[in-house]
């Protein structure tokens, strides 16, 4: 026995094309998407070499304070998130990041000059204190001034407050009350010839 299947009205091939068609420019989509996705992540990858590698921040909370014959200059830097008043808070805490020792072990550098600081910084660096203090020429040449931003747009120091001099007579005693002195200040004890 035969059976006999009717013909559709109409013909298949060309839906079937159609269909064909259509997988191809899905199929061709995919591999632009791929290709674009690999080129960007290529290309992030070399910017990020290029830079170096970016330290994640650490935690930090430190008090740098510089104290020299012309005043002295304090500064103060959080860290995670960064925060503070020097001049770009973001990038000295990648520095210290990349390089605790500039915080922890400053590399002096001396010019010969009469601009000789006296540093101390304290705080907080990962969870362990942090205590040091030492003398250098105030000299963006100095790591801990040049990575941090702590001078200005001429190697000037930011934020620097004036020495306080004062003065107390030969024999005399003078109690100052807490809080009054500060480091830097200059008290001079006076006399006089006749």
């Not at 013909?7 to 632009?32: G, N, S, T, Y």
């Not at 290309?43 to 830079?51: A, K, S």
């Amino acid at each position: 026995m035969t059976a006999h299947i009717p013909r559709l009205p109409f013909a298949l091939d060309p839906l079937i094309a159609e269909a064909k068609r259509r997988a191809r420019q899905r199929r061709l989509l995919v591999v632009l998407v791929v290709v674009v996705v690999v080129a960007a992540a290529a290309v992030l990858t070399v910017e990020q070499r290029g830079l170096g590698s970016v330290p994640a921040l650490v935690p930090a909370r430190l008090t740098v304070l510089a104290v020299g014959t012309s005043g002295r200059a304090l500064f103060h830097l959080r860290c995670d998130p960064a925060a503070g008043n020097v001049a770009q808070p973001a990038k000295a805490c990648a520095a210290i990041a990349a390089q605790p020792s500039l915080v922890t072990h400053p590399k002096p550098y001396y010019d010969m000059g009469p601009n000789t600081w006296y540093f101390t910084i304290t705080g907080r660096l990962n969870g362990m204190s942090v205590h040091f203090s030492g003398e250098s020429s105030w000299t963006p040449q100095m790591p801990l001034i040049d990575k941090l931003g702590l001078a200005g747009p001429h190697g000037q120091p930011l934020r620097l407050e004036p020495r306080r001099d004062g003065s107390i007579a030969l024999n005399q005693t003078r109690t100052f009350a807490p809080g009054v002195l500060r480091q830097g200040d200059l008290i001079n004890c006076r006399f006089y010839h006749s």
